[in-house]
C-alpha cells in the first residue's frame, strides 16, 4: 500500500521487482499475482483503501481514494505505523542503532477497549489517578480513544451520568469486559470537546477560542512539519517570522508546551 502510494502509479511488475530487492524478501521468493491481488483486497478491508487497476495506462495500479485516505489521520497513522513496523523488521543487522520511546499504555488494554467500543459493551476498570490514588471500581461506557504525548487515553461515561471523563490507560490496574451493552451515543459536543482542546484533558469552563502564536523563522520550519494542533493554519508570514491562528481550549497542556518553546513562541491573542 505505501508503495503505490508514494509511487502515484506503478505497474504489478515494477511492485514484482522491488520485493524481489526488498530487506523482507530475505529468501528472494517471487511475488505472484494472486497473492497480490489478496494482498489489495485485504488493504481495502483494514484501511477501506481501494487499490484499483487503469488498463488504459500500462496497467498501471493507484490508490482511487488517495484524497479520503490523506484526510483520515486514523489512516494515515496506520499507514505509517506499518511502514515503520516493516521498515524495522528488515533492519535486523542495525537493530542495535534504532532508538524508539515506548509507549506502554498500549500494550495492556488498548485492544479491550477498541473492541467495547465497537461493540458497545460496558467495561469495569480499576483505577488509580496520580492525584487521588487508588479510585473504587467503576463502570464505564467507552467512546473514544486518543495519544498524546506518548500516552492513550479512554474517554468514557458511566452508565447513569451523561457526563463524558477521560482516564489514561497507563494508570488502568485492571480491566474486564462485562455482558452489558449501551446503546446511547457520543453526542456532537463530546467529540468537540476532544477536537477542540489542547492536548488529552476536557476543560467546561475553558471554552475554545481564536489564538493566534507568533513564531521565529527555525520553530515555524517546526510547527509546518509538526502542527501544536490539528486546526493551525498560517494567518500571516514574514521574512523572519510565521504567525499561526488555532482554535482550541487552551488548556494547562497549552500553557506548558508554550514554556517549553521559550522565547520562539508568542501569544499574540
Not at 530487492?21 to 494472486?34: A, I, V, Y
Request: aromatic letters at 14%; charged letters at 30%.
Amino acid at each position: 500500500m505505501s508503495t503505490i502510494y508514494d509511487s502515484g502509479r506503478i505497474s504489478y511488475k515494477e511492485i514484482e521487482k522491488k520485493w524481489l530487492r526488498s530487506s523482507l524478501n530475505d529468501q528472494r521468493k517471487p511475488f505472484p499475482l494472486r497473492t497480490f491481488h489478496d494482498h489489495i483486497n485485504a488493504i481495502q478491508e483494514v484501511f477501506d483503501v481501494n487499490i484499483v487497476c487503469d488498463r488504459s495506462y500500462g496497467y498501471k495500479y493507484y490508490i482511487e481514494n488517495a484524497e479520503d485516505l490523506e484526510l483520515s489521520s486514523v489512516s494515515l497513522w496506520m499507514l505509517n505505523n506499518f511502514s515503520v513496523s516493516n521498515a524495522l523488521a528488515g533492519a535486523k543487522d542495525i537493530r542495535d542503532r534504532i532508538l524508539i520511546e515506548d509507549v506502554p499504555s498500549s500494550q495492556r488494554w488498548l485492544t479491550l477497549i477498541l473492541t467495547a467500543i465497537e461493540e458497545k459493551q460496558v467495561i469495569e476498570i480499576g483505577y488509580r489517578s496520580f492525584q487521588k490514588g487508588e479510585v473504587p471500581p467503576r463502570k464505564l461506557c467507552p467512546f473514544f480513544v486518543k495519544l498524546y504525548d506518548r500516552r492513550w487515553y479512554v474517554y468514557a461515561r458511566e452508565p447513569e451520568d451523561p457526563k463524558m471523563k477521560v482516564y489514561a490507560l497507563d494508570r488502568i490496574k485492571e480491566l474486564r469486559t462485562t455482558n452489558e451493552e449501551f446503546a446511547f451515543e457520543p453526542t456532537y459536543e463530546d467529540r468537540e470537546s476532544i477536537d477542540k482542546s489542547f492536548g488529552y484533558r476536557i476543560y467546561e469552563d475553558t471554552p475554545p477560542q481564536i489564538i493566534r502564536i507568533k513564531a521565529t523563522r527555525p520553530a515555524a520550519n517546526y510547527l509546518d512539519t509538526l502542527p501544536l494542533h490539528k486546526s493551525q493554519r498560517v494567518y500571516e508570514e514574514g521574512e523572519d517570522y510565521v504567525i499561526y491562528e488555532y482554535e482550541f481550549a487552551p488548556t494547562g497542556e497549552f500553557f506548558a508546551t508554550l514554556r517549553k518553546w521559550e522565547e520562539q513562541l508568542e501569544v499574540l491573542t
